[in-house]
């Protein structure tokens, strides 16, 4: 029986062959371990030398510092440990890749099994709507049609038939008609499908763009904190002092530069903006992939399913007497059929009435309501033609008027049938215009009395037909004749017209590219599909195209002439997996920050290769989304825009916390080592070090972190991929900061002295805390005053302002803390010099960034500029 593949194999023989090749399934990934997530949340830099310096401190005896740092360490830990699991543990719900159970034939009998015991060898039946569970030969096939798009990005089904060819069947493509069986020649891994999922698990992810900026500062900031210290150590022993005083003092100067709270306010910001991107139907399985994509460069998108809405649409008809204008898209017959802006029905047209029906009669697919929504069961040209006539209000025909048949196949590429109608047979053809031509001699007239088709008429035919197919248009042509036999040839045929269709872009797509274009971000189209259609729907959805390139072209071109095409409006048709590999290299090499977007098998290992990878969530294969660093839940291709400009507010945020946390530090280091170097006490305790960068800074550079985007974000050029993010003019901003705060801190401390240490101490310890708490609004924008921004549109920044002012009143007035803080009370007096003293850092800053604006607009708008940073200065 094992020999004979009508009766299938024995279930004996199966068995033997499933522990022989293993269950059809992909070889999937061994989960990572909670223990190695929760470890490699301590593994940077930062994160390392605070560690070191809570070893330090405790072999000093410096007990509360080394608890206090670590508090901050095991927190950021925990809270990038919760994201990571939590966003795996989402990915996986979203398995859902392979259909459950195949029809097979074991024993002579049908039968439903799982598709993890499919083998070699097995007989598979597969109708309309099956998935195909492992790579097939065909043995029988009627009318298969098969989409394969989620393999090669072709949107248009592929005809499948004995002995032309197209007899391989291929796991994860759908049946779209027909009936078919097949013997399996290989399952899981070993399957095309499989090959390609290996591909994508041997790249290398790479750090992401933030992590290597993250890196590059760690290993600046440790630099520059360890010269300091040593500076600091070699100057106090010159001149005298104790070493151990001068070591301890070193240890607190190099605390003092290190940002303590700058990991945990990190990782604290990209949790709340991966959950920010997941109430806009994005999922973030990298918590540094957004503020990636907010720095890209160039978008590489698949067509099928991403641009478009993966459903065929009639967007045109043509007959020889009347021309006309479908609306709507997809399945949904809410559109209408238009002549010279006028809707027409069938009932009221017989020529379109005509064309109608022969499409109908042509035709097995089925559109039904359920549940609210538009279901189409059947090939995705037929399921456009009976919407077509939805539209047109045309009526079903009776599926039990069809005498005859002969289906479409690749060599003739047409379709015809035999219909009883009232006046008798009528055989009815569709299919390509040339072929369907082919069999006409005559046309039909606005009349309905046919004329000759000569010569001249076929011309003109023909140059309509090309005019449409040259605006990505696929073309159907239609034509009837009565006959008396229905078996007839296909021969003297009146020719009624054609409709031309296209997998329509998504309505939200011209936007979102437009969008991009003014920030800077180009869009390139990397599909599987023939150039014209690329070429068309790139133009449909506002691309700027020079050429379309196909998969053939590619091969021929070296890297160098490669990197020239990617200079102009270039994309890219007929891709296999390679090129687009091939693609993202290139862009990468040229300088480019590159994100890939796709949904198939066959997007993966560019999806990995690419700075960060954009998977389909719904129609997504399990190997996209692995492959994958974001996940869009409604596979919407707007959505990335809102992802685009959330990465850019993360990246503006962190810029913004880094700058604030380095200030705030650099006023301490400033006091501290001028002090060392006057000989007086210390100006500071490592308490109270520790109290300002890891209590009050922390605090109010996380809700400085929840800002919100600038008003012309998505107006700005992408950050450059080399970009520090504590570049030149951050470091100025933290220079003068630094000296203003450091200075002014000085002073206070030595013209308080006289009253005592503990009372100078206090002041200079309070005043520190003040300065920092209010210079966090000149950082909220380096380049918009707060009246443009919004003085009130931050309110978790107020509410930590508020919070960490009344936290450091009680270091001074509650005897815990008091005692903690080696803190005594200030008088009213003192702290109304404090606060006089804050004044310059949130004045000048604001006229700064006014008047830097007032000179970028013309002089007549310069006054009420200046007016109103005036007023939101002093008044608000």
């Known amino acids: 029986m094992t020999g004979d593949t009508r009766y299938g194999l024995t279930t004996q023989e199966a068995a033997r062959r499933l522990q022989e090749v293993g269950p059809n399934q992909l070889a999937e990934q061994k989960p990572t371990s909670r223990w190695t997530i929760l470890f490699r949340q301590f593994t940077s830099l930062l994160i390392l030398m605070l560690i070191a310096a809570a070893a330090i401190a405790a072999v000093l005896g410096e007990t509360v510092d080394a608890i206090a740092i670590m508090l901050v360490v095991v927190l950021n830990g925990i809270l990038g440990f919760v994201q990571e699991w939590r966003t795996e543990t989402a990915l996986s719900a979203l398995r859902s890749m392979l259909a459950s159970e195949a029809r097979v034939v074991r024993d002579g009998a049908q039968a439903m099994i799982d598709t993890r015991q499919i083998v070699p060898g097995d007989l598979v039946i597969l109708e309309g709507g099956d998935k195909v569970p492992a790579d097939m030969t065909l043995t029988t096939g009627m009318r298969l049609k098969v989409d394969e798009s989620i393999l090669t990005g072709e949107s248009v089904p592929v005809d499948k038939a004995l002995g032309d060819g197209t007899t391989r069947l291929f796991m994860g493509s759908n049946v779209v008609a027909g009936r078919a069986e097949g013997v399996v020649q290989a399952t899981g891994s070993n399957t095309e499908f499989g090959n390609i999922a290996e591909l994508t698990a041997s790249i290398d992810e790479g750090e992401t763009h933030l992590q290597e900026q993250l890196g590059r500062l760690a290993r600046l900031l440790g630099v520059i904190a360890i010269g300091l210290a040593g500076m600091v150590l070699a100057a106090g022993l010159m001149v005298g002092r104790p070493w151990q005083e001068m070591f301890l003092t070193s240890i607190a100067l190099a605390v003092a530069m ?35 994509l907010g720095a890209a460069t160039v978008i590489c998108t698949d067509k099928t ?49 005509e064309l109608i029906d022969v499409g109908l009669s042509c035709n097995h697919a089925e559109l039904s309501r ?82 000759a088709l000569s010569s001249d008429v076929r011309a003109e035919i023909e140059q309509v037909a090309a005019d449409m197919a040259s605006n990505g248009r696929r073309l159907l042509g239609f034509a009837k004749r009565a006959v008396t036999d229905p078996q007839a040839e296909e021969a003297g045929l009146i020719f009624l017209g054609f409709v031309g269709m296209i997998d329509p872009p998504r309505p939200e797509v011209r936007q979102a590219v437009g969008l991009c274009r003014s920030a800077g971000i180009r869009v390139m189209m990397i599909t599987g599909d023939a150039a014209p259609t690329a070429g068309a729907i790139a133009r449909e959805i506002g691309l700027e195209v020079d050429t379309v390139l196909t998969g053939a072209d590619l091969d021929t071109l070296s890297d160098e ?37 796709g949904d198939g098998v066959n997007d993966a290992p560019a999806l990995r290769q690419a700075d960060i990878g954009i998977a389909m969530g719904q129609r997504g294969t399990d190997v996209a989304k692995d492959a994958s660093d974001l996940v869009l839940l409604d596979d919407n291709f707007a959505t990335i825009v809102g992802a685009v400009e959330e990465g850019r507010r993360q990246f503006a945020n962190i810029q913004r916390f880094v700058r604030y946390l380095l200030s705030s530090n650099a006023g301490e280091v400033v006091a501290i080592v001028i002090n060392l170097f006057l000989g007086g006490p210390l100006i500071f305790l490592a308490t109270q070090i520790l109290w300002m960068n890891l209590v009050t800074d922390g605090v109010t550079a996380v809700a400085l972190g929840m800002e919100k985007a600038a008003p012309d974000v998505m107006a700005q050029p992408p950050v450059p991929k080399d970009h520090p993010i504590l570049d030149a003019t951050g470091l100025m901003m933290i220079i003068c900061f630094g000296l203003y705060t450091g200075s002014v801190s000085l002073w206070l401390f030595y013209s308080h002295l006289h009253e005592g240490v503990d009372l100078a101490r206090t002041m200079v310890f309070t005043g520190m805390v003040l300065f920092e708490k209010v210079s966090v609004f000149a950082f909220r924008s380096f380049r918009l005053p707060l009246f443009r921004i919004g003085f009130f549109s931050n309110r978790p920044l107020l509410i930590a302002f508020a919070a960490m002012i009344g936290v450091q009143m009680a270091a001074i007035y509650w005897p815990p803390l008091q005692s903690l803080l080696h803190t005594v009370p200030l008088s009213m007096a003192q702290m109304g010099l404090l606060a006089l003293l804050t004044l310059p850092l949130l004045v000048v800053p604001e006229l700064l960034k006014a008047a830097r604006g007032a000179r970028a607009q013309g002089p007549s708008q310069r006054e009420t500029i200046l007016s109103m940073a005036c007023r939101t200065v002093f008044w608000r």
Request: proline content about 5%.
């Open 305 to 353: 399913g991403t641009l478009t809405e993966n459903a065929m649409t009639v967007t045109r008809v043509w007959t020889p007497s009347q021309d006309y204008e479908v609306s709507g898209t997809g399945y949904d017959p809410a559109g209408h059929i238009a002549t010279h802006g006028k809707r027409v029905r069938a009932a009221d047209d017989a020529r379109l009435a």
């Open 561 to 597: 002439d490669l990197e020239i095409k990617l200079d102009g409006n270039t994309h890219f048709a007929r891709t296999t997996p390679a090129h687009k590999m091939r693609l993202v290299d290139a862009l990468q090499r040229r300088g480019n920050l590159v994100a890939m977007t």
């Open 258 to 292: 290190v940002p303590e709270g700058l990991p945990a306010v990190v990782t604290i910001t990209l949790a709340l903006g991966a959950s920010a991107m997941l109430q806009r139907r994005s999922l973030v399985r990298r918590l540094q992939a957004v503020e990636t």
């Open 370 to 451: 359920v549940d609210d929504m538009w279901r189409m069961v059947g090939d995705p040209t037929e399921g456009a033609l009976v919407t077509l006539a939805f539209k047109g209000g045309a009526p079903l025909p009776d599926t039990a008027d069809r005498v005859a048949e002969i289906p479409f196949d690749a060599d003739r590429k047409r379709m015809s049938v035999v219909m009883q109608r009232d006046e008798g047979l009528v055989q009815m053809v569709k299919g390509a215009p040339e072929t369907v031509l082919d069999v006409c001699d005559r046309v039909q007239g606005a009349d309905g009395v046919p004329r």
